[in-house]
């Protein structure tokens, strides 16, 4: 199958809104846009009132609504875009298989989120968990407030340099205890193509020794200047392969959860991993993650890896 960037959609703000990053995003990586809705149902059980059976729904209603959003989201996205080949198909089976098998064929998947816990559409609770916890491949969410055009190819010919206070920068949630190429990868690539900086966010784990600055003075600064020299390290042969990428580094004493959400406000995407756990019953994303699905201003890119 050619390579391509899949959007799941249900009809709800969010998922249109996803539609609109995905596309420029998929300028950006010069890839065609696939558009893709998981029409499938469980049809509502009827039990008898008044000794009547009250009969099912038509079973092509849910296929001729997916259609029909699916074409309509075709049209717009084809209009603001001309140069986006786009194309759109009606998924068989249940929403979660099936948004993890498009996922599996394309490249980057891109779904919406409300954020803040509240749900509404299949992308935005248990579905959406589900296949981000268990995609193989990298899932972005998306927010309505997140979806505004901050993203444009590096040659757009509006396209400008991020000015010196880092707005609109890629961040990166980055592990030391397990830095992983792919998820590094993904976030100097996407600095690259949009000519940003890249910030990278590390939060330094307390030994279990630690008792408060009073009674242990300079321990936080030791912690801070070791992870700074694991960063370098670590980010050397990143730089020296996207020489144009400017990376500026953040350390912060205990989990990167709170620093990540402050960095999305005038971030063009976070960028977080998560390790695969094939044998591993139910969603596991981690407490970094869980807060920026939450809370997260910017789109949220979670990278899967070993």
């Given at each position: 199958?050619?390579?391509?960037?899949a959007v799941g959609l249900?009809?709800?703000?969010e998922s249109l809104a996803a539609a609109d990053w995905a596309a420029r995003e998929a300028l950006l990586r010069r890839l065609p846009l696939r558009l893709v809705s998981a029409s499938e149902w469980q049809a509502p059980v009827h039990a008898p009132l008044g000794g009547l059976d009250v009969p099912p729904l038509p079973s092509d209603l849910p296929q001729a609504a997916a259609r029909r959003l699916l074409d309509a989201a075709r049209a717009h996205l084809a209009d603001r875009h001309p140069g986006l080949r786009v194309e759109a198909e009606d998924l068989p089976g249940p929403p979660v298989p099936a948004l993890l098998k498009a996922a599996e064929d394309s490249e980057l998947l891109v779904l919406g989120s409300r954020g803040l816990g509240k749900v509404v559409g299949y992308l935005l609770g248990s579905v959406s968990l589900a296949v981000l916890a268990a995609s193989e491949r990298p899932v972005v969410l998306v927010r309505t407030a997140a979806a505004g055009g901050r993203d444009r190819p590096a040659d757009h010919p509006a396209d400008a340099r991020p000015d010196a206070?880092?707005?609109?920068?890629v961040v990166l949630g980055l592990d030391l205890d397990r830095p992983d190429?792919?998820?590094?990868?993904?976030?100097?690539?996407?600095?690259?193509?949009?000519?940003a900086g890249l910030r990278v966010v590390h939060g330094r784990a307390l030994p279990p020794y630690y008792y408060g600055g009073e009674l242990m003075p300079g321990l936080d600064d030791e912690l801070a200047g070791q992870a700074r020299r694991d960063l370098r390290e670590v980010l050397r042969p990143w730089q020296e392969r996207f020489p144009a990428v400017e990376v500026s580094t953040q350390i912060t004493i205990g989990s990167a959860g709170s620093p990540l959400?402050?960095?999305?406000?005038?971030?063009a995407l976070v960028v977080v991993g998560r390790r695969i756990r094939r044998a591993a019953v139910g969603a596991h994303i981690g407490p970094v993650t869980q807060a920026l699905l939450h809370h997260a201003a910017a789109p949220v890119a979670v990278v899967p890896h070993d």
């Open positions: 199958m050619p390579r391509t960037l249900d009809g709800s703000p206070t880092g707005a609109h920068d190429d792919a998820v590094i990868g993904f976030a100097f690539d996407a600095a690259s193509r949009r000519a959400v402050h960095a999305s406000h005038d971030a």
